[in-house]
Every structure is written in structure tokens, then in C-alpha cells.
């Protein structure tokens, strides 16, 4: 049985202070919550104080992203070795990495890198507004997940993040059964790329505007696993209810 991630990604936002505020008014209530893995990706500045707070609970530490060398003239770079005992995830191709950091090229390598260095990867893909109204999205997410993945045999550590472009940010959400069925998708291309049973026990994540409103819809659809959670990641209440609802709802669907 797969279980379920919630992961809260800051993005740039937070001064350190300001993160180990965030992470105090959560730590209590998400360390009380069982069955869901809890996992929150500060920007770099943060994530030492942060999994110093969290180091005796069960909420886990993320990066947003990492470099796949391990050292060298790489200015204002961050290795997976400089982070590989604070973090147990990293975010590895978010969209907006893609976007503004040209990071399509280096996904492939940074996955590598992080499955090296004992870092479980958060693969995201998805699929433009223009790509999904023009009936692209599955070709677009099997060329994404075919580039990610060629030459990498050992996924077991791998989780996927289906967040369609055109939900992250605006309020406008994918539904539930969208969602569940381009997830869906995803699994078989996993499972043409690996096998049947590889495709069963990975996990994957919706995100995109994904809220306490709303997760409980995609925490109650078959295939997905959890959500990579943005704006709301950044309001302790709706984090924290977010989890108390995917804690309560995951498990009645057998997945
Ligand atoms: P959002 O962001 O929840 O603010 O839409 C999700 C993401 O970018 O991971």
C-alpha cells in the first residue's frame, strides 16, 4: 500500500526568521498526524534551521532544488552533498524551474544525482494551458517523464507531481477526476517504462492550487498519493487541515 506525501513547497518566500516561525506553528499539530508523510521544502537559507526544529518529529525536510555536481565552479550553486543530511526530498524540475532556470535540460541528471546521494526526488511534470486545450497533454507528459528517466533503473525512492501549469498559482485547480485520470496515465507510462509493479508502488502527487477546499476531492480519487501544496503550504491552518484531511480520507480508498 502506497502512502500518502503531503508536501509544502515555500518557494522564494520567507526570510530564516520567518521560517522557523512557519515550521513552529506547524510542527505540533502535523506531528500528531499519522499515516501521512509530512514534508516541508523552505528555501536554502532555511532548511538548516528548519530540520533543526523538526530533527524529534516526524515532519521531514525537502530543498526546491539542487545542482547534480557535488562540487565545484558552479557559483551560487547548491550539491546534493551539502544538503544530503538535512533533506530527505528534493523538488527536482518544478515548472517554474523549467520556466526561468532552463531546467528541462538538467532534470535527468539531477535525478540521478539525488538518487546517488540517498535524496528521494519529487519529479514534477505537466502540461502548458496551449498544450492541454490542444489534446497534448499525454504526449507532452510521456516526452517529460521519458526525458527525466532515461538511464535510470532504481525508482524506488522516486515520487511524481502531476501539477498542470495552468493550476499553479491561479486558484484554479484541476477536478478531481481530471486529475485522477492523467495520473492514471502517468502510472501506465511508468508502467511501460519500468513494470506493472514498479507503476503500482510509486507515488504520485497532484499540484496546482491545491487547498484545504479541495483535497479532500483528490484525496478521494484512486490514483493519486497526495498533493505538492504552494500558496496554501504557507498558512499553517490550511496546511495542517490539509493533512488532517488526507490523514482521514486516503486510506478508506484502497489504493
Ligand atoms: P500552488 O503551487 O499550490 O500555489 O498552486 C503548487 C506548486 O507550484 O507546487
Redesign the pocket.
Known amino acids: 500500500m502506497r502512502i500518502p506525501l503531503i ?1 509544502g ?1 515555500w ?1 522564494m518566500n520567507t526570510t530564516i526568521e520567518e521560517a522557523v516561525a512557519l515550521v513552529g506553528n506547524l510542527l505540533k499539530e502535523l506531528d500528531k498526524i499519522d499515516n501521512v508523510e509530512k514534508l516541508v521544502c523552505p528555501p536554502f537559507i532555511s532548511l538548516r534551521a528548519v530540520s533543526e526544529i523538526v530533527a524529534k518529529s516526524s515532519v521531514k525536510v525537502g530543498s526546491q532544488n539542487m545542482h547534480y555536481e557535488e562540487k565545484g565552479a558552479f557559483t551560487g550553486e547548491v550539491s546534493p552533498l551539502m544538503i544530503k543530511d538535512i533533506c530527505s526530498y528534493v ?1 527536482i524540475g ?3 524551474r523549467r520556466q526561468y532556470f532552463n531546467d528541462d535540460s538538467y532534470i535527468n541528471s539531477k535525478i540521478k544525482a539525488a538518487i546517488k546521494y540517498g535524496i528521494a526526488p519529487i519529479l ?1 511534470v505537466g502540461e502548458k494551458a496551449e498544450e492541454n486545450q490542444q489534446g497534448k497533454t499525454n504526449e507532452v507528459l510521456e516526452r517529460q517523464l521519458e526525458q527525466a528517466l532515461t538511464g535510470i533503473d532504481d525508482i524506488v525512492n522516486l515520487v511524481i ?1 502531476y ?1 498542470p501549469i495552468w ?5 484554479i ?1 484541476a477536478s478531481g477526476k481530471q486529475a485522477n485520470q492523467t495520473i492514471d496515465l502517468i502510472r501506465q507510462k511508468i508502467s511501460s517504462l519500468y513494470n506493472k509493479q514498479i507503476a503500482l508502488n510509486v507515488r504520485i502527487l497532484y ?5 484545504a477546499d479541495n483535497i479532500a476531492e483528490f484525496m478521494c480519487q484512486p490514483q493519486i498519493d497526495g ?7 504557507l498558512k499553517p491552518e490550511q496546511f495542517i487541515s490539509m493533512l488532517k484531511q488526507t490523514s482521514s480520507i486516503y486510506y478508506d480508498i484502497k489504493k
Open positions: 508536501a513547497n518557494k523538488i518544478h515548472s517554474e514534477c507531481a501539477e493550476a499553479i498559482g491561479t486558484g485547480s499540484g496546482g492550487s491545491a487547498n498533493a505538492l501544496v504552494g500558496g496554501a503550504s
